[in-house]
């Protein structure tokens, strides 16, 4: 983790969406309108419990906005069994279940959100924290033919931060990420907030994915990959974001 301080950020917008309203809210017995309702996707070994998901929880709770933690692995070998696609099927259930306008999502959960808001017109925006674009192809350039033997037979030993244990994770993983889109097409209106030195995905692909989506706006904050140091900043800028 970067240790310097994570109020210093670049701002980048590219190509501005003409659509700016809020994330409608919902409307209580009254008439009232009421926030959004946020889904929070967690990253890759991570679950529910992440320190970042619970500080941004607090947070906006504390605005009175509702904000669910999903569980993408639920189950005593979930996280085993998992792959892109069985997480989005899982995110998708909880969409149904909660019903939010705003997806917000960290690491593999922010490239997840904007697949699922690409295909689910109810998501009306997005916040991507260091989203994991190029997945697949960022980890296939990195696996020798030796690794993937390995990876095939044996699975896949994983530091679990969740549990704080090793997991094995099958070839299942790889094989489903490569049949989704390293870049989704977004067209509601989205936040990507990344770390100008995130060692494990470049800053220049979170830059593509803004260049290639109308509607979206990058804060680039001096910190590493878990943005935890942020977690102000990306509270105030989501926060602005949402209009809650």
Not at 86 to 106: D, I, K, N, Y
């Amino acid at each position: 983790m970067n240790n310097t301080a994570p109020g210093d950020a670049t701002v980048c917008a590219v190509r501005t969406r003409t659509h700016r309203t809020a994330a409608r809210g919902r409307v209580s017995p009254a008439g009232a309108i009421l926030p959004p309702v946020i889904l929070y996707l967690h990253g890759f070994a991570s679950g529910p419990g992440s320190t970042k998901g619970r500080a941004l929880e607090a947070r906006f709770t504390a605005l009175r906005v509702p904000f669910h933690r999903a569980d993408l692995t639920p189950g005593e070998r979930g996280f085993e069994r998992s792959t892109p696609l069985t997480m989005l099927a899982e995110a998708a259930r909880l969409v149904a279940r909660h019903r939010p306008a705003v997806l917000m999502g960290s690491s593999l959960g922010g490239w997840l959100s904007a697949i699922l808001a690409s295909r689910d017109p109810s998501i009306e925006r997005v916040v991507l924290l260091a989203p994991a674009f190029r997945l697949h192809e960022r980890w296939r350039a990195h696996l020798s033919p030796d690794d993937e033997r390995r990876w095939r037979t044996e699975g896949l030993l994983v530091d679990h931060h969740a549990t704080g244990t090793k997991r094995r994770l099958g070839w299942a993983f790889l094989e489903d990420a490569a049949k989704l889109p390293a870049y989704p097409e977004v067209e509601v209106p989205a936040l990507c907030i990344a770390g100008k030195h995130d060692e494990l995905v470049p800053l220049a692909d979170v830059e593509e994915f803004v260049a290639l989506t109308p509607g979206a706006r990058l804060v680039a904050l001096d910190d590493g990959h878990e943005l935890v140091a942020s977690v102000d900043r990306i509270f105030e800028e989501a926060r602005r974001f949402l209009e809650v």
